[in-house]
């Protein structure tokens, strides 16, 4: 149980394109989702608060109009990256909330913009 | 304000070899605990976790983990290493209604 899947894993494009990050949880319903941004060989740092049918909480520094969140169902969170630029490459990871504030992680999605 | 510190950026043991990561945590209360493990271009998965109770938690993997509320540690253990065990590995803490606040890891590699 408490699987959580990212779509897509992979996606390169080009520069001032969009590209959607899909965030699921297959068999739980997850109030909150996180999203996270990881750079090589860093640790994880907190993007935005996705809650369920709210507007999304961002972290200090993330720009909410490049990073548009959408938390439409207890199962889905999707983030889109607006207008990409090459510095937004990185990996993208989610996670849910699943009871007594234990979070699991999606398997990340790599965004290359050339 | 909750903080993480691993002190290991990297570790190599032996395989067959004891294991522990380090952990120490800052929060005025008791934290919520945690351990994640991730594979290179992988998410993390979670070894376990700490909210109440028996100090001593078990793990996935044959981890464990010791809750020292004196030295505000939550060290890693496993007692033999395996090769597949080489990752990067990351310690966590949360508190009700925040999101997590990850230690920078420690990165494990196992020699033959």
Redesign the interface.
């Known amino acids: 149980g408490a699987v959580?899947s990212?779509h897509p894993s992979w996606v390169i494009c080009k520069s001032g394109t969009s590209v959607k990050i899909e965030c699921r949880s297959l068999d739980f319903q997850a109030t909150t989702m996180?999203w996270y941004r990881q750079f090589p060989k860093?640790?994880?740092m907190?993007m935005a608060?996705s809650n369920e049918g709210s507007k999304a909480t961002y972290e200090q520094g993330v720009e909410k109009d490049k990073f548009l969140i959408n938390h439409a169902s207890l199962t889905l969170s999707t983030l889109t990256v607006t207008s990409a630029h090459p510095e937004d490459s990185s990996?993208y990871?989610c996670?849910a909330r699943y009871r007594?504030?234990?979070?699991?992680?999606?398997?990340?999605t790599?965004l290359l913009v050339l | 304000a909750q903080s993480v510190t691993q002190p290991d950026i990297h570790i190599t043991v032996s395989e067959g070899a004891s294991l522990e990561l380090r952990c120490n945590y800052s929060y005025g209360a008791t934290p919520?605990l945690?351990w994640?493990v991730q594979s290179p271009?992988?998410?993390?998965?979670?070894l376990l976790?700490y909210?109440s109770g028996d100090t001593l938690v078990q793990g996935i993997k044959g981890f464990e983990a010791e809750f020292k509320r004196s030295q505000s540690s939550f060290n890693l253990r496993k007692p033999s290493v395996h090769w597949s065990d080489a990752a990067e590995y990351?310690c966590a803490v949360?508190?009700?209604g925040y999101?997590?606040n990850?230690?920078?890891?420690t990165s494990l590699l196992v020699t033959p």
């Open positions: 959580v990212q996180f860093q640790s994880l907190l608060t990996f990871i996670s007594k504030e234990t979070q699991y992680f999606g398997p990340g790599r | 919520y945690f994640y271009g992988q998410g993390l998965q979670l976790k909210f990351f949360g508190a009700s999101a997590l990850f230690g920078k890891g």
